[in-house]
């Protein structure tokens, strides 16, 4: 008697994945992409595709420099620290494919609705949002029957095959996966046919030994191949980090629509093993998997000193006045790496709010972390209590109101407290460049708000914050309302059993809170800023009261604790421009890679 086998060749997903399938990509961020099925389907000249991925980048930026693409289904789309997708930019902005934007959490719902045999989905969605009004053949309005509440009902996403990167398996399907997922469970319980890629092919006795780490079982599996670094040049935690040199390259060689076919023919050759030699062989391997162990926790300081600092600058005054708007036992949920943002989370647990319970990647409860662009993400996993996907993660915080914060920081906020993470908007021009006085709503695609519609309101705190407070960013109203505080009042926020909670700024310039919709109050201003700053640096009006306090000076532990969290200085990439950034950045990542 024997177990059948489930173990295939690359080769082999022609069978599941064909000209014109609905493809859905497992990973988030750039951690635990199946990227080595995506250059097969490359390779296979696969093309028409309908694809979506709950939060990603790379592996729609290669599809569609491929020309894979014909709908393109997303919440959230970067290239992180390397910025926008140039590729999906330019299919967005010309209209040269289908586009569907579906909230984040709204994404998992409807995969969720599939699994599951519903036709849809109702929770508390994102009201208020642009993005329901985008697809109004994916969301309806519901009312419960029982409590006469109103909610957004999402359809059922039910993709023809799921592409998924896990960490080991048997030859049976059983499959593990202990490192970030976002929700790849829900993608495959969705999903008609399911392919899996996997670091390591193991034993039946061996899965049967970590058993809580299986995730899906082998009737929920139709193909299992066998690719160690299969996510490159995304990672895998803890196997190896993220080929962020690589992926360098691979933005300036997938960016030009005329060069792309090329860079990509010679880059991923005919088969993974020509692929891997390409991009640096066993000394890149030995490099990557050197990174991901270079984790660093933080140990909490023995006493607090309150010793004001005597010199300081405006990163450090942010991320301390970032750092102060969590209280102690507070919920925290990490997004995508942000370092400013990272780096406050940190700083507070370590100093004012030790029992804040931090979830980030799929890390729940980390000790304090040293940043990095290779490691933080195995540090956050290392260090964990436990491990939760984003699903997880979304249902355990955000869709229960639990969450107390997770800071945005968007392209633009209104007078109101919306956010546009989705569109912007540029004056029209004549073939000689002179304004035509008309306005294209659509000027400029963002990234998308991933799940900030929903959890920018349901979490107990809205916080944001800006390293350049202008004009361009604080605008009267956004032309795209990507999220927004919908229940603001604490008397609207009770009645949807939500907690009430403030809605505060911090830029480099102040503090600054919405006390009523549409009503904004200086809380502090930073030293050296006056009212007038903030007045002329605004589209919309702050009240800066005339005793207005100066915002409180960082603590000399404060700062040193900031340059423990952050020593090579990544926070200040907020602060950059572009040619700034673009000198800083590599030479960051080099100084990273030559340290393993």
């Not at 009312?143 to 009902?153: D, S």
């Not at 790496?337 to 100093?351: I, Q, R």
């Not at 032309?479 to 911090?506: C, H, M, S, W």
């Amino acid at each position: 008697m024997t177990l059948r086998s489930k173990l295939g060749k690359l080769s082999d997903i022609k069978g599941y994945v064909k000209n014109g399938s609905f493809v859905g990509i497992g990973g988030g961020w750039s951690c635990n992409k199946p990227m080595a099925i995506i250059r097969e389907i490359i390779r296979q000249k696969i093309t028409g595709l309908k694809v979506m991925s709950i939060v990603g980048g790379w592996e729609m930026e290669w599809l569609l420099a491929a020309g894979a693409v014909d709908h393109l289904v997303f919440s959230f789309l970067s290239l992180e620290s390397f910025g926008l997708p140039p590729n999906f930019r330019r299919v967005a902005e010309r209209k040269l494919i289908k586009l569907t934007e579906i909230e984040g959490c709204s994404m998992v719902k409807g995969l969720q609705a599939a699994g599951r045999g519903l036709p849809f989905a109702a929770f508390a969605g994102p009201k208020g949002s642009d993005i329901i009004k985008e697809a109004p053949e994916l969301y309806k309005t519901v009312t419960c029957p029982f409590t006469g509440k109103e909610l957004t009902a999402v359809q059922a996403i039910s993709p023809d095959v799921a592409i998924i990167h896990a960490q080991r398996a048997d030859e049976q399907g059983n499959v593990q996966i202990f490192g970030t997922s976002a929700s790849d469970l829900d993608m495959a319980m969705a999903a008609r046919s399911v392919i899996v890629t996997v670091e390591e092919i193991v034993s039946p006795e061996q899965i049967r030994t970590n058993k809580t780490a299986t995730v899906l079982f082998r009737p929920e599996v139709d193909l299992v191949i066998h690719c160690p670094f299969g996510a490159a040049p995304c990672s895998c935690v803890p196997y190896y980090s993220a080929h962020l040199l690589q992926m360098m390259k691979d933005v300036q060689g997938l960016g030009d629509p005329k060069m792309a076919p090329e860079y990509i023919r010679q880059l991923i050759g005919e088969n993974e093993e020509e692929y891997l030699r390409n991009v640096g062989g066993d000394v890149t391997k030995r490099k990557l998997s050197s990174l991901a162990k270079h984790a660093k926790y933080i140990e909490f300081p023995s006493t607090v000193s309150k010793e004001p600092a005597l010199e300081f600058d405006a990163a450090d005054q942010m991320v301390v006045s970032l750092a102060r708007t969590i209280e102690d036992g507070d919920s925290i949920i990490l997004g995508s790496f942000t370092p400013l943002a990272y780096t406050a989370y940190m700083l507070a647990k370590l100093t004012h709010a030790p029992n804040a319970f931090i979830v980030g990647y799929s890390g729940v409860d980390p000790l304090p972390f040293q940043l990095s662009f290779h490691s933080s993400e195995a540090a956050c996993t290392e260090y964990a209590a436990g491990l939760w996907s984003m699903t997880e993660c979304i249902e355990a915080l955000h869709l229960r109101g639990m969450g107390d914060v997770e800071a945005v920081s968007s392209a633009q906020l209104d007078a109101n407290g919306d956010i546009n993470i989705s569109w912007l908007a540029l004056p029209v021009k004549d073939a000689e460049g002179k304004p035509t006085g008309q306005i294209n709503p659509r000027a400029i695609r963002l990234p998308g708000g991933a799940g900030a519609p929903v959890v920018y309101g349901l979490h107990r705190k809205g916080v944001a914050y800006f390293a350049g407070h202008s004009k361009n960013t604080f605008v009267p109203k956004v032309n795209y309302i990507t999220g927004t505080r919908y229940y603001f009042t604490d008397e609207e926020r009770k009645a949807q059993g939500l907690r009430p909670g403030p809605l505060i700024v911090v830029t480099n310039l102040c503090v600054m809170q919405m006390v009523e919709r549409g009503k904004w109050k200086a809380l502090s201003l930073h030293k050296g800023i006056k009212a007038e700053d903030v007045a002329n640096n605004t589209g919309f009006k702050v009240e800066v009261p005339s005793d207005c306090p100066v915002t409180k000076l960082p603590t000399v532990q404060e700062l040193e604790l900031i340059r423990k969290i952050d020593p090579q200085g990544i926070r200040y990439l907020d602060f950059m421009s572009g040619k700034e950034r673009a000198v800083k950045l590599p030479s960051i990542i080099q100084a990273e890679w030559e340290s393993a």
